[in-house]
């Protein structure tokens, strides 16, 4: 009983920063684990961040810790992702996924909705 439409995406310098929204409607959102997932051509799908339901947990691939934010405003029913310093590696096309109890935040099958993704490119 969620709907996720991201935006912010587009093209960017290496060094750069984007901020990535997902839009979500639903009257349980608040209650729904939120992620991010990123896909490049020819690449499995890949775990990016999540968030818990109360904010109070944040999960990062580890690489990305430091760089990526992951947040959600739950009165908004919005979540996002900042981007920071970011390299051309990280292109790819990054989905915002929710679930009502994903049990392994870091994997793609805890979540049953998903958004159409929105592009990033980063170039050098």
């Known amino acids: 009983q969620v709907q996720l439409v991201e935006s912010g995406g587009g093209l960017v310098q290496a060094g750069g920063s984007l901020r990535l929204s997902c839009a979500a409607s639903g009257r349980t959102f608040s209650r729904y684990a939120i992620a991010w997932f990123r896909q490049a051509p020819g690449k499995e799908r890949e775990f990016v961040a999540a968030i818990d339901w109360s904010g109070g947990s944040t999960y990062y691939k580890e690489s990305l810790k430091g760089r990526f934010t992951i947040s959600r405003d739950n009165a908004k029913n919005t979540a996002h992702l900042q981007m920071n310093s970011l390299k051309p590696e990280d292109t790819a096309v990054y989905y915002c996924?929710?679930?009502?109890?994903?049990?392994?935040?870091?994997?793609?099958?805890?979540?049953?909705?998903w958004g159409q993704g929105t592009q990033v490119t980063v170039s050098s």
């Open positions: 996924a929710a679930d009502e109890a994903a049990g392994f935040p870091h994997r793609a099958v805890s979540y049953a909705y």
